[in-house]
């Protein structure tokens, strides 16, 4: 009895004194554990998950029964009978661990799930007896303070379960990307076998230890009565069917739009919301117009590389024996697919043989297949080499070209007019990378959100996004905005302007800036403003921005967001401020959607782990949009509390302008849509960069393509010829199944029928007549307006465009008729209503 009272007391004040240390398990029911950030596209799906611990905390009414039993069924049988620890199973572990120490094996545990989440959530996982006492003592508490469906679902979420995959939710999407009511008896099953140690089961490493361990896992499953036996044996004679789930982007060409949506969410949360608070962030992304956009971008890089010739095989390797594993063992960069590496084994005049690179399983081995294709003269005819100066001739075989052992690129090639998917199989064309870089950036022009974004040739090979982080000279690609602050302020697309030479004094010292049009010593004379940005004359737009004066230009171009503090210097009007290709974008959207002001946005929401809003693009009021039902209110309206940075009829102005671009100037390849579009070319130079940027009604696009180190392209690579392509494609594919539909012309415009060089009035018979836009009381004199109708035969008013409340137009202030001797001609540059 001594023995007794004396051992018991020493219990005792152990158990006290080790309670004294523990910490506070109330603190379970405010857990909030980190959970991954996922990104989905404007669809709903998903674009990239970002996290340190990959988990998707689910309550466990969500988590199926099958699921339930199988963890019980292999961790802890007795879970919902015991008070937290299972002395029944403590017992059978003392047992079989005196057995073990004699046999020399391992030592077995007999923790209960109770136990397993005291350890996980507020333990360390030090192996003492000290720790144990504690998780004995915390999980009979724990017991006492949650009920065991809190117990589990706390479990199941914590769990780490191999792959990086924390949690039953993640762990299913990592092994089948199933959600977890998809799960079979045989998944579920194998979940269960990784809490015991995930790098043992690894099914990519160990399947057949992984395989063993799950059968045995599907007999406690049957033997606890969660299962028949026929359902047991049928689970068993499955595979684990496990695959390799991408860790990266999730939508085809989607990486550098993942990447300025991460950078954006790390600005606005911090980093612990983007890799732990569980964020779900609906981005704009179209995943239809993102590989169009991807495809067209490519297409253009390479058109503009091959014109420049042919630099050589990425390098050479012996064919001897095994060609496919030399392949597999380089490095290829993971996004550019559908091109392919491959090897040449044989080369002739016509054709040569190629080897592909073999794919890899998904267990990390190279697939056995070996796969071969062709290559034809037709498809290597571009490539001319490379000379010191200048290139070679057009190659009259293909073994001129390629030889036995280069490792090249390649692409599946692309049928013809009369040809079919089937008539090209197994033929390629050759590829390589391109130097240029480039970027293009689709965008809606009413709300701001970019629908598709391309930053470069390829993310793995530059993370650089030259959509958004080049800075760059946007050439005559910024003369929309020079002239849509002229309408603005008093001129008229009739307005004339003299195209000649001019001489700008730099100051003392300083040699006269004398600007040039991109046609040296071409000069068209007095001629419209229109005129002027169709075919993109320097010297107008000079002369037009110093009567304007650049201070009025610099404040136009920071309402646009083009420019945050543009130099009020003449060289600037003609492009040669940097900015970003978004920026320019988001500035001709402005043009495009009637003159309101818009934020270029790659999201559109973020919401909490909760589900609750926490940040969203479109900040007006809508009271009442929440309304659950319909009682007879009034509709909800929308306040509108964005700037009016245009006036409506300056914009429509400047948009049939640019659909002039198309029609008659610089952008005609782009006329080839077959829709109303507007656009403009930009070219800088020496052609170190080249712009497109351009509209249709509900959708704006910008491409941008120049080399990264700044250098000239080459002579004649302008921006109609290297970047209009790029446009063209992508609108092609983007608008492929919708109608075409007019530009919406505001209340108030008048349509008047001008000469297109001298903006007077023009008669029936004038060959070179359009219709042209004016404000109220701006019309040539003794013009005749339209009765209401624009171009495509809409009537004003009456089309959408009404969203635009029109301004009181103010009437042009006469200035005082005087001459001023300029350049010994004459000629001074505008006023409204005459020339000077």
Same mark, same amino acid.
């Given at each position: 009895?001594?023995?007794?009272?004396?051992?018991?007391?020493?219990?005792?004040?152990?158990?006290?004194?080790?309670?004294?240390?523990?910490?506070? /398990?109330?603190?379970?029911?405010?857990?909030?554990?980190?959970?991954?950030?996922?990104?989905?596209?404007?669809?709903?799906?998903? =674009?990239?998950?970002?996290?340190?611990?990959?988990?998707?905390?689910?309550?466990?009414?969500?988590?199926? %029964?099958?699921?339930?039993?199988?963890?019980?069924?292999?961790?802890?049988?007795?879970?919902?009978?015991?008070?937290?620890?299972?002395?029944?199973?403590?017992?059978?572990?003392?047992?079989?661990?005196?057995?073990?120490?004699?046999?020399?094996?391992?030592?077995?545990?007999?923790?209960?799930?109770?136990?397993?989440?005291?350890?996980?959530?507020?333990?360390?996982?030090?192996? $003492?007896?000290?720790?144990?006492?504690?998780? &004995?003592?915390?999980?009979?508490?724990?017991?006492?303070?949650?009920?065991?469906?809190?117990?589990?679902?706390?479990?199941?979420?914590?769990? /780490?379960?191999?792959?990086?995959?924390?949690?039953?939710?993640?762990?299913?999407?990592?092994?089948?990307?199933?959600?977890?009511?998809?799960?079979?008896?045989?998944?579920?099953?194998?979940? #269960?076998?990784?809490?015991?140690?995930?790098?043992?089961?690894?099914?990519?490493?160990?399947?057949?230890?992984?395989?063993?361990?799950?059968?045995?896992?599907?007999?406690?499953?049957?033997?606890?009565? !969660?299962? $028949?036996?026929?359902?047991?044996?049928?689970?068993?004679?499955?595979?684990?069917?496990?695959?390799?789930?991408?860790?990266?982007?999730?939508?085809?060409?989607?990486?550098?739009?993942?990447?300025?949506?991460?950078?954006?969410?790390?600005?606005?949360?911090?980093?612990?919301?983007?890799?732990?608070?569980?964020?779900?962030?609906?981005?704009?992304?179209?995943?239809?117009?993102?590989?169009?956009?991807?495809?067209?971008?490519?297409?253009?890089?390479? &058109?503009?590389?091959?014109?420049?010739?042919?630099?050589?095989?990425?390098?050479?390797?012996?064919?001897?024996?095994?060609?496919?594993?030399?392949?597999?063992?380089?490095?290829?960069?993971?996004?550019?697919?559908?091109?392919? +590496?491959?090897? +040449?084994?044989?080369?002739?005049?016509?054709?040569?043989?190629?080897?592909?690179?073999?794919?890899?399983?998904?267990?990390?081995?190279?697939?056995?297949?070996?796969?071969?294709?062709?290559?034809?003269?037709?498809?290597?005819?571009? #490539?001319?080499?490379?000379?010191?100066?200048?290139?070679?001739?057009?190659? @009259?075989?293909? %073994?001129?070209?390629?030889?036995?052992?280069?490792?090249?690129?390649?692409?599946?090639?692309?049928?013809?007019?009369?040809?079919?998917?089937?008539?090209?199989?197994?033929?390629?064309?050759?590829?390589?990378?391109?130097?240029?870089?480039?970027?293009?950036?689709?965008?809606?022009?009413?709300?701001?959100?970019?629908?598709?974004?391309?930053?470069?040739?390829?993310?793995?090979?530059?993370?650089?996004?030259?959509?958004?982080?080049?800075?760059?000279?946007?050439?005559?690609?910024?003369?929309?905005?020079?002239?849509?602050?002229?309408?603005?302020?008093?001129?008229?697309?009739?307005?004339?302007?003299?195209?000649?030479?001019?001489?700008?004094?730099?100051?003392?010292?300083?040699?006269?800036?004398?600007?040039?049009?991109?046609?040296?010593?071409?000069?068209? *004379?007095?001629?419209?403003?229109?005129?002027?940005?169709?075919?993109?004359?320097?010297?107008?737009?000079?002369?037009?921005?110093? %009567?304007?004066?650049?201070?009025? =230009?610099?404040?136009?171009?920071?309402?646009?967001?083009?420019?945050?503090?543009?130099?009020?210097?003449?060289?600037?009007?003609?492009?040669?401020?940097?900015?970003?290709?978004?920026?320019?974008?988001?500035? !001709?959207?402005?043009?495009?959607?009637?003159?309101?002001?818009?934020?270029?946005?790659? =999201?559109?929401?973020?919401?909490?782990?909760?589900?609750?809003?926490?940040?969203?693009?479109?900040?007006?009021?809508?009271? *009442?949009?929440?309304?659950?039902?319909?009682?007879?209110?009034?509709?909800?309206?929308?306040?509108?509390?964005?700037?009016?940075?245009?006036?409506?009829?300056?914009?429509?102005?400047?948009?049939?302008?640019?659909?002039?671009?198309?029609?008659?100037?610089?952008?005609?390849?782009?006329?080839?849509?077959?829709?109303?579009?507007?656009? @403009?070319?930009?070219?800088?130079?020496?052609?170190?960069?080249?712009?497109?940027?351009?509209?249709?009604?509900?959708?704006?696009?910008?491409?941008?393509?120049?080399?990264?180190?700044?250098?000239?392209?080459?002579?004649?690579?302008?921006? *109609?010829? +290297?970047?209009?392509?790029?446009?063209?494609?992508?609108?092609?594919?983007?608008?492929?199944?919708?109608?075409?539909?007019?530009?919406? #012309?505001?209340?108030?415009?008048?349509?008047?029928?001008?000469?297109?060089?001298?903006?007077?009035?023009?008669?029936?018979?004038?060959?070179?007549?359009?219709?042209?836009?004016?404000?109220?009381?701006?019309?040539?004199?003794?013009?005749?307006?339209?009765?209401?109708?624009?171009?495509?035969?809409?009537?004003?008013?009456?089309?959408?465009?009404?969203? /635009?409340?029109?301004?009181?137009?103010?009437?042009?202030?006469?200035?005082?008729?005087?001459?001023?001797?300029?350049?010994?001609?004459?000629?001074?540059? =505008?006023?409204?209503?005459?020339? !000077?």
């Amino acid at each position: 009895m001594i023995l007794f009272v004396a051992g018991a007391g020493v219990a005792a004040f152990l158990l006290w004194n080790v309670s004294k240390e523990l910490p506070d /398990y109330e603190v379970l029911a405010k857990y909030e554990p980190p959970v991954m950030t996922r990104l989905h596209a404007n669809d709903g799906r998903l =674009i990239a998950e970002y996290s340190r611990q990959r988990r998707i905390y689910v309550p466990i009414a969500a988590v199926p %029964d099958k699921v339930i039993q199988a963890f019980i069924s292999a961790e802890d049988k007795n879970f919902y009978q015991h008070g937290g620890l299972d002395i029944q199973g403590i017992i059978r572990a003392v047992v079989t661990n005196l057995n073990n120490i004699q046999s020399g094996r391992r030592m077995v545990g007999a923790s209960t799930i109770t136990q397993q989440v005291a350890k996980n959530f507020l333990l360390t996982n030090d192996v $003492t007896i000290q720790r144990k006492l504690k998780e &004995a003592i915390l999980a009979i508490r724990i017991e006492r303070a949650f009920t065991k469906d809190q117990i589990l679902e706390l479990y199941l979420n914590e769990i /780490y379960l191999g792959v990086g995959s924390y949690g039953v939710a993640a762990a299913a999407l990592s092994y089948w990307d199933k959600s977890l009511n998809e799960l079979t008896l045989a998944d579920a099953a194998y979940l #269960a076998t990784l809490p015991k140690a995930p790098s043992n089961y690894d099914p990519f490493r160990h399947p057949d230890r992984a395989i063993a361990r799950r059968n045995w896992v599907i007999d406690r499953i049957v033997e606890n009565g !969660y299962a $028949t036996p026929e359902e047991g044996e049928q689970a068993k004679a499955q595979p684990l069917g496990v695959t390799r789930r991408p860790t990266g982007p999730r939508i085809f060409a989607s990486e550098y739009f993942a990447e300025e949506v991460r950078r954006e969410v790390l600005d606005k949360f911090g980093e612990d919301k983007l890799y732990g608070g569980g964020l779900s962030v609906r981005t704009t992304l179209d995943p239809r117009l993102q590989r169009i956009a991807r495809k067209a971008l490519v297409d253009g890089l390479v &058109a503009y590389d091959q014109r420049h010739g042919w630099r050589g095989p990425k390098e050479q390797i012996s064919i001897e024996g095994d060609w496919g594993q030399k392949l597999a063992e380089m490095d290829v960069w993971s996004d550019i697919e559908p091109w392919r +590496v491959a090897v +040449v084994l044989e080369s002739g005049a016509k054709t040569a043989t190629i080897g592909l690179r073999p794919g890899f399983d998904d267990y990390g081995k190279v697939k056995p297949d070996r796969e071969k294709g062709e290559i034809a003269y037709s498809e290597v005819k571009w #490539a001319r080499p490379v000379l010191e100066r200048g290139m070679g001739g057009t190659p @009259k075989t293909v %073994d001129a070209v390629l030889k036995p052992g280069d490792v090249i690129y390649v692409a599946p090639k692309e049928p013809g007019e009369k040809q079919s998917e089937e008539d090209v199989a197994g033929q390629w064309s050759l590829m390589q990378v391109p130097k240029v870089g480039g970027a293009i950036v689709a965008m809606d022009p009413f709300t701001g959100r970019v629908l598709a974004l391309v930053g470069g040739f390829s993310f793995a090979q530059s993370e650089f996004d030259r959509a958004v982080q080049a800075r760059r000279q946007p050439g005559s690609s910024f003369k929309p905005l020079i002239y849509s602050t002229a309408l603005d302020n008093g001129y008229t697309p009739a307005s004339i302007i003299y195209d000649g030479p001019i001489s700008i004094d730099q100051g003392r010292g300083m040699p006269p800036w004398r600007p040039k049009n991109y046609e040296a010593g071409s000069h068209a *004379g007095p001629s419209t403003l229109r005129y002027g940005i169709e075919h993109s004359r320097n010297l107008m737009t000079v002369r037009l921005a110093r %009567d304007l004066g650049m201070p009025i =230009i610099s404040e136009y171009a920071r309402r646009f967001g083009a420019y945050d503090n543009l130099m009020p210097v003449l060289s600037m009007s003609l492009g040669a401020g940097e900015t970003t290709l978004m920026r320019m974008v988001g500035a !001709y959207s402005m043009i495009a959607n009637g003159g309101v002001q818009i934020t270029p946005t790659l =999201i559109d929401r973020v919401q909490d782990r909760y589900g609750r809003t926490v940040w969203r693009h479109d900040d007006r009021d809508c009271t *009442g949009c929440d309304a659950k039902g319909w009682r007879g209110q009034a509709e909800p309206e929308l306040v509108e509390n964005r700037k009016q940075i245009l006036d409506p009829i300056t914009a429509y102005q400047m948009t049939s302008i640019l659909e002039g671009v198309v029609q008659r100037g610089t952008g005609r390849r782009i006329a080839a849509l077959g829709r109303p579009v507007g656009g @403009k070319t930009g070219t800088t130079n020496d052609e170190k960069d080249a712009w497109f940027i351009g509209f249709t009604p509900n959708l704006v696009a910008g491409v941008y393509i120049g080399f990264d180190n700044p250098k000239p392209m080459g002579r004649g690579e302008t921006g *109609g010829r +290297v970047a209009g392509p790029v446009f063209l494609d992508f609108m092609k594919g983007a608008l492929e199944d919708e109608p075409p539909v007019p530009f919406r #012309a505001p209340p108030g415009v008048k349509l008047v029928r001008v000469n297109l060089k001298t903006g007077q009035p023009a008669s029936g018979g004038d060959g070179a007549a359009i219709m042209e836009a004016f404000k109220p009381g701006q019309e040539p004199v003794g013009a005749v307006a339209s009765s209401g109708y624009n171009d495509y035969g809409g009537q004003q008013g009456q089309d959408g465009y009404g969203q /635009y409340q029109p301004q009181p137009q103010p009437q042009p202030q006469p200035r005082p008729r005087q001459r001023r001797q300029e350049d010994n001609r004459g000629w001074r540059s =505008i006023i409204p209503g005459g020339l !000077y």
